[in-house]
């Protein structure tokens, strides 16, 4: 009893007086020392973003910037090139829009300053264009120029050039009909095989291609007819479509070969290139009454011509 009173009065500051002597003890923990607790470690600080441009070579500062113009003026640039392309869109359609709306289209010859949208082209070639894609009809060229520009136009070109008052004035002078027609008949040949224009020139005339100067077996009605054109385009040109022998086929115009227009044999296909155009010098106002019954107006699209 004594024993154990003296050990338990010499017992450590903050040990349990139950221990015995002799005996360990696992849960004996040690008592932490003031300060000792270690600290987690903080986020790491972040360098500075903003560049020293003191530590940086003038001269690697100046390209930059210089680029960086560069670049901004490059952007600026192509907006105002996208920007102007809308533009002439717009006005190109805009200006078709009112010719479709009209009785007959009225573009420049040549170039017209109030129309940029044509580009290195001419109003004339446009229209030529845009009347066989989008209207499906044969050109009408209204030419009330002064120099008949667009009669010299196509005489420079080297094409076929039907006259149609010869055709009426030759029968008239004693030469028949059918070598009329035959010489008509040539003229399509003619602009087929070199895939030209077949530039039928009315004049001041009023030749009656209706009901006389055509013939299924010579010079069809059919050369002022857009969807006739066209096939011969898709089915029966070298290196277009099908690319079908022309001789013995349905088409109106194979009625117009003879043996001497064929290539080999009995073989004859048209050139790309080949049209019809169909030009008077009539007044616009004066067309319908002059030649509705000697063309077929409702297959053309009459087109007046202008320079600047």
């Known amino acids: 009893f004594f024993s154990s009173v003296i050990f338990s009065l010499h017992l450590p500051p903050g040990m349990p007086a139950k221990l015995r002597p002799g005996k360990a003890s696992s849960s004996i923990v040690p008592p932490k020392k003031k300060g000792s607790a270690r600290k987690a470690p903080g986020p790491a600080k972040k360098p500075s973003a903003r560049p020293n441009t003191e530590e940086q070579d003038p001269e690697v500062v100046e390209q930059q910037r210089l680029s960086e113009e560069a670049a901004k003026a490059y952007k600026e640039r192509m907006k105002a090139e996208d920007e102007a392309k809308l533009a002439e869109a717009r006005a190109k359609e805009d200006f078709w829009a009112k010719q479709d709306a009209a009785?007959?289209?009225?573009?420049?010859?040549?170039?017209?300053?109030?129309?940029?949208?044509?580009?290195?082209?001419?109003?004339?070639?446009?229209?030529?264009?845009?009347?066989?894609?989008?209207?499906?009809?044969?050109?009408?060229?209204?030419?009330?120029?002064?120099?008949?520009?667009?009669?010299?136009?196509?005489?420079?070109?080297?094409?076929?050039?039907?006259e149609a008052k010869k055709m009426f004035m030759d029968e008239a002078a004693g030469a028949s009909r059918e070598s009329v027609l035959d010489e008509a008949r040539q003229k399509l040949v003619q602009a087929m095989k070199g895939g030209c224009t077949l530039y039928i020139r009315l004049a001041n005339s009023a030749c009656d291609f209706r009901h006389k100067y055509t013939s299924p077996e010579s010079f069809p009605i059919e050369v002022f007819d857009q969807r006739h054109?066209?096939?011969?385009?898709?089915?029966?040109?070298?290196?277009?479509?099908?690319?079908?022998?022309?001789?013995?086929?349905?088409?109106?115009?194979?009625?117009?070969?003879?043996?001497?227009?064929?290539?080999?044999?009995?073989f004859f296909m048209a050139r790309d290139g080949f049209d019809v155009v169909v030009c008077t010098h009539f007044e616009p106002e004066d067309i319908n009454d002059f030649l509705k019954g000697s063309v077929p107006l409702d297959k053309l699209q009459p087109i007046k011509i202008y320079q600047i």
């Open 103 to 162: 009785p007959y289209w009225e573009v420049p010859l040549g170039k017209d300053p109030k129309l940029p949208w044509l580009g290195t082209s001419t109003g004339l070639l446009v229209a030529l264009e845009r009347c066989a894609s989008m209207t499906g009809k044969v050109p009408l060229i209204i030419d009330n120029t002064r120099e008949k520009a667009v009669d010299t136009f196509y005489m420079y070109r080297s094409v076929p050039i039907l």
């Open 229 to 266: 054109i066209q096939t011969l385009r898709e089915t029966h040109t070298h290196g277009k479509g099908d690319c079908i022998n022309l001789t013995g086929s349905e088409h109106p115009f194979a009625a117009s070969l003879r043996p001497d227009d064929m290539e080999a044999g009995s």
